[in-house]
């Protein structure tokens, strides 16, 4: 039997198939909300098919989101394709994590999805990147407390941001340059773009790990996720784990803790 997890992100849909612990099939959709509950099924289906899954192998469902305007659509083409009610992650859901958010409620799904996994997997002190539409950073501390953390444009947005509103500057690539002393205006927007960015995460961590000592959490573990995470990674002075599958983990981890609300 297997478990179907889905992070449904501002750009991206990315599903995981487990069968126990493993992994054994995951893809990535365009997140559209135009887009009705049966085109969705019927991707979904054909992925199920080029890998030779069926549906009726899954016995469920866990969703997180950010983006409402689309839940109704999934959770009704879950319904009508897999005949399951998913577990959706939000208020109520068992999470062995504790939010310190003035507002817990206000923490964006797929941040206490990282946080599990995180947690579950290193049991130590924890400052978790994910690099998605928005680069998010978070602060976990060894007992599991959601201390908070920052959120910054992603780095696709600062540079669509760079195109659309310099009028000669180009659309470029996102590719690590070999310094930043550039010779044309591709690679010097490439070089501005991707070390600007590592940058600023190495300066946002560093606060990070000083503003966790307050709180007794020393020399927090550095994890990153995300699409562009091997990116950013290579020239980190602190990113020390890329975990790309570490949403999905933490969903199979969550379903496990809440099965007893599977329908």
């Known amino acids: 039997m297997l478990i179907l997890v889905l992070d449904v992100g501002n750009t991206n849909i990315v599903l995981g198939a487990y069968k126990g612990k493993n992994l054994i099939a995951d893809w990535r959709l365009a997140t559209d909300n135009n887009r009705t509950a049966d085109e969705y099924g019927i991707q979904v289906t054909q992925l199920f098919m ?4 069926s549906l009726e192998e899954v016995e469920g469902v866990i969703v997180s989101s950010v983006v409402p305007n689309i839940m109704y659509t999934i959770e009704h083409m879950i319904r009508k394709y897999f005949n399951k009610t998913p577990i959706i992650v939000g208020p109520g859901i068992k999470t062995g994590i504790n939010i310190k958010y003035d507002n817990p409620k206000e923490v964006g799904a797929d941040r206490i999805v990282n946080a599990v996994a995180a947690h579950e997997m290193y049991k130590r002190a924890l400052i978790i990147i994910d690099f998605g539409t928005a680069t998010t950073f978070c602060a976990v501390t060894k007992n599991g407390d ?3 953390g920052a959120i910054s444009p992603g780095i696709k947005i600062s540079s669509e941001a760079l195109f659309e509103r310099a009028a000669k500057l180009p659309r470029v690539e996102l590719i690590k340059t070999p310094g930043v002393i550039c010779k044309n205006t591709v690679t010097s927007m490439q070089a501005g773009i991707v070390y600007g960015y590592t940058g600023t995460v190495d300066y946002i961590v560093e606060r990070m790990k000083n503003e966790m000592e307050d709180y007794g959490e020393i020399d927090p573990l550095v ?18 784990k890329v975990s790309p599958y570490l949403t999905l983990e933490g969903l199979r981890i969550l379903y496990e803790k809440n099965a007893e609300m599977v329908v």
Do not use: E, F, P, V
């Open 146 to 148: 959601y201390l908070g």
């Open 223 to 240: 994890i990153a996720t995300g699409g562009l995470a091997t990116l950013i990674n290579k020239d980190s002075k602190y990113i020390a």
């Open 50 to 53: 080029l890998k030779k899954l």
